[in-house]
């Protein structure tokens, strides 16, 4: 009974996770799109962690803010 607990916290966990990465991949090709720039394809950033694509967001974001 523990084991099916243990697992299914790990199970949301790692579901929260890819969600969250999803998240901000839709972000970043948003923000490409208002920028005018190729819209990169969702499977070009699965291998990217989330700080690296958190990264990519804010400096897409910069560009919108000099922009204006």
Same mark, same amino acid.
Request: net charge positive.
């Given at each position: 009974?523990?084991?099916? =607990?243990?697992? *299914?916290?790990?199970?949301?966990? =790692?579901?929260?996770? %890819?969600? %969250?990465?999803?998240? %901000?991949?839709?972000?970043?090709?948003?923000?490409? =799109?208002?920028?005018?720039?190729?819209?990169?394809?969702?499977?070009?950033?699965?291998?990217?962690?989330?700080?690296?694509? *958190?990264?990519?967001?804010? %400096?897409?974001?910069? =560009?919108?803010?000099? *922009?204006?």
């Amino acid at each position: 009974k523990e084991g099916r =607990k243990e697992g *299914r916290e790990v199970g949301r966990q =790692k579901g929260l996770g %890819e969600g %969250e990465i999803q998240g %901000e991949i839709m972000l970043i090709q948003t923000l490409q =799109k208002i920028l005018g720039l190729p819209v990169g394809d969702a499977k070009s950033f699965q291998s990217q962690s989330i700080e690296q694509l *958190r990264a990519a967001t804010e %400096e897409l974001r910069n =560009k919108i803010q000099r *922009r204006a």
